[in-house]
Structures are given as structure tokens and as C-alpha cells.
């Protein structure tokens, strides 16, 4: 499967921004997703994540409250809304996929998914 994110930009603290990862190639719907970012100089960490069935998410200390990830399987699209963005949230954000044929799990490690987009990048401002 191939994923094109989009949906980066410059925002001021206190924004919102909603990054979208549009998924082609296979059937969609039966791959969990999840959002990891990475900013200069750190490792890339878990942001959110769903499972194939949209019911079930995992969201980082850091962006619960803030940040919520849906899906729309019909569009073959997973979405990222981020509001009351901090500076510190200023990273490239990478969607990722992983195959899943039974279990309704999400995943937040990087090394469990199978597929990555090429990464847009965020940067908030104070």
C-alpha cells in the first residue's frame, strides 16, 4: 500500500491544523494506522493511533485532549486534527499502516507497521 500525507503547514500556537493520509494500492480497511512524528535531532515517536475498525485509539500523554485521529475507510483516508497546537508539537508527521486480518488492536510502535507515507511537516510558532 502507498500513503500520501498532507496537511502540514505553519500555524501559530494555539492553531489547528488536520493532516490527512490518503492510502492506494490495496483494500484499505483492513490496516491499522497510526500517526508518529519527528522533530531535528530526536527520535521519531508515536502520536495516535486506530485500529481497523475506527473504535479503538491510542493517543500520547502529550497531545490527549488536543490532537484526535479518525478514519474514513470508504475514502481510504486516515485524519489527524490537531487544535491548541504548541510549539512543541512542530515535527514532520508520518502516517503509517500495518496489516491486520483478525485483531481490532491498534499499534504505536514504529516497528509494527508494514507501510509509511513520505511525512509532512508541521511547524507551530510562538
Not at 49 to 62: E, L, M, P, R
Not at 75 to 83: A, E, F, G
Not at 84 to 90: A, N, R, V, Y
Request: positive net charge; aromatic residues 16%; contains cysteine.
Amino acid at each position: 500500500v502507498q500513503l500520501q500525507a498532507s496537511g502540514g503547514g505553519l500555524v501559530q500556537a494555539g492553531g489547528s491544523l488536520r493532516l490527512s493520509c490518503a492510502a492506494s494500492g490495496r483494500t484499505f480497511d483492513r490496516y491499522a494506522m497510526g500517526w508518529f512524528r519527528q522533530a531535528p535531532g530526536k527520535e521519531r515517536e508515536p502520536v495516535t493511533a486506530i485500529n481497523w475498525t475506527g473504535d479503538s485509539t491510542y493517543y500520547a500523554d502529550s497531545v490527549k485532549g488536543r490532537f484526535t485521529i479518525s478514519r474514513d475507510n470508504a475514502k481510504n483516508t486516515v485524519y489527524l486534527q490537531m487544535n491548541s497546537l504548541k510549539p512543541e508539537d512542530t515535527a514532520v508527521y508520518y502516517c503509517a499502516a500495518r496489516n491486520v486480518y483478525s485483531s481490532g488492536s491498534y499499534y504505536y510502535r514504529p516497528y509494527e507497521y508494514n507501510y509509511w507515507g513520505q511525512g509532512t511537516q508541521v511547524t507551530v510558532s510562538s
